[in-house]
């Protein structure tokens, strides 16, 4: 287990050790598709390494690793998605999921975004900036390819979430006083201090539990995002730049399987209205 090989057991506080320490593995090893990434990483390395003349040969070329089976997401289907958002309305991180959902923004970019780099009078949103947890620590880079960084138009009710939430912030600045952080993020804490990215997936997770519709990452609001504008009829190439992808990732053919799966989800009888403030 990933305790046993990186020593993590060993580093915890004595009465926290439950592992390799005390002689009881965890049994919790590397899922397949993060062995075939390392593999296909360690792969590359070696083969810089050869063209650069620093080994003879790339030996990892050779071995020929199981390919993990094809991870299938989750999506929301347009009444699920309405549901939710319908629900957190009052919540003080409901522009962020309007906008994560209308964009299909990654969650790096949505928490990376500045004020600076939204135009609310022309209805446009520069995403070049992402905010992730690197090495222990908070980074705010630029977005890694040049893909990833486009400039995409803001339907009208993101324009009027980000309005309502820019106001929300001068409130909270205001009732901060001398705690508040000026970082120039859109979405911030109450303190005006950049959000712990896995604290927006706790938020979500918890949200999604109160309201009762299926349980999705946040991550796969963005493939909602490309299920639900296929279904409305927007081809992929629109889709690709929107979400910012070198390639469309996945083909027609599994877009229009989540599509028609969303629309057999919306022929089901619509839940009670939930409405959750924070």
């Not at 880079?141 to 106001?167: F, G, I, M, N």
């Not at 959000?195 to 999604?208: G, H, S």
């Amino acid at each position: 287990c990933q305790c046993c090989a990186q020593g993590w057991d060993t580093n915890r506080p004595e009465s926290k050790r439950r592992c390799c320490s005390i002689g009881k593995c965890c049994q919790r090893f590397p899922n397949p598709a993060r062995v075939h990434h390392v593999f296909r990483t360690l792969r590359a390395a070696l083969g810089v390494a050869v063209a650069e003349e620093v080994l003879a040969r790339n030996v990892a070329s050779f071995a020929k690793p199981t390919r993990p089976r094809r991870h299938r997401f989750k999506t929301w289907s347009v009444a699920e998605a309405t549901t939710f958002l319908a629900a957190i309305r009052e919540h003080r991180l409901y522009a962020l999921f309007a906008v994560a959902i209308a964009l299909g923004m990654r969650r790096g970019e949505a928490l990376g975004v500045r004020w600076d780099d939204i135009d609310l009078i022309n209805g446009t949103m520069t995403m070049a900036m992402q905010l992730q947890r690197v090495g222990g620590k908070l980074r705010h880079d630029e977005t890694k390819t040049d893909d990833s960084t486009r400039v995409v138009a803001l339907p009208r009710p993101c324009v009027q979430a980000l309005r309502c939430h820019r106001a929300q912030q001068a409130t909270q600045r205001l009732a901060a006083g001398d705690r508040w952080t000026d970082s120039g993020l859109v979405f911030t804490t109450r303190k005006g201090t950049p959000i712990e990215p896995r604290n927006v997936n706790r938020t979500f997770d918890t949200l999604i539990a109160k309201i009762g519709v299926p349980r999705i990452r946040f991550h796969d609001l963005r493939h909602s995002c490309a299920t639900l504008l296929y279904a409305q009829g927007v081809d992929l190439q629109t889709i690709k730049d929107l979400l910012g992808h070198s390639s469309i990732g996945r083909d027609e053919r599994d877009l229009r399987r989540r599509a028609q799966g969303s629309a057999a989800r919306c022929s089901r009888p619509p839940r009670p209205p939930v409405r959750i403030e924070r």
